[in-house]
Nanobody
C-alpha cells in the first residue's frame, strides 16, 4: 500500500511558477513509476509527466520546455516544477504511483492539489 500526499498548489499569475510536491509512504517507493496528472473541470484526467525508477522522464506536449519532474528516492518524494504557467494549466493536479509485476498492477493516487493560473 502506498499513500500519496500532494502539496504546493495555489493561485499564480500567468507567467509565474509553482512547485508541486508529492510525499509517498512505504519503503519500496523506488520501484514505482511516479507521475503527475491533471484534470480541468469538465475534462478527463491527462498525464502531465512521469518519471521511472531509473530517472527516465516523459512529458505531455503541453508541458515540454516548461515543466520538470524529478524524484528523490531517499526521501520518497516526487516534484513537479512548473514555469511560465498559462491559464490553460489551471486544473487539479494528482500524483500517481504505478508498479507492474508479472501478476499484478499496483496503482495509487493522491487526493489532488488545485492549481489556478489567473491574473
Amino acid at each position: 500500500q502506498v499513500q500519496l500526499v500532494e502539496s504546493g498548489g495555489g493561485l499564480v499569475q500567468p507567467g509565474g511558477s509553482l512547485r508541486l510536491s508529492c510525499a509517498a509512504s512505504g519503503s519500496i517507493f523506488g520501484l514505482y513509476v511516479m507521475g503527475w496528472y491533471r484534470q480541468a473541470p469538465g475534462k478527463q484526467r491527462d498525464l502531465v509527466a512521469h518519471i521511472t525508477n531509473g530517472g527516465g522522464t516523459n512529458y505531455a506536449d503541453s508541458a515540454k520546455g516548461r515543466f520538470t519532474i524529478s524524484r528523490d528516492n531517499a526521501k520518497n518524494t516526487v516534484s513537479l516544477q512548473m514555469n511560465n504557467l498559462k491559464s490553460e494549466d489551471t486544473a487539479v493536479y494528482y500524483c500517481n504511483a504505478v508498479r507492474h509485476t508479472i501478476t499484478s498492477t499496483y496503482d495509487y493516487w493522491g487526493q489532488g492539489t488545485q492549481v489556478t493560473v489567473s491574473s
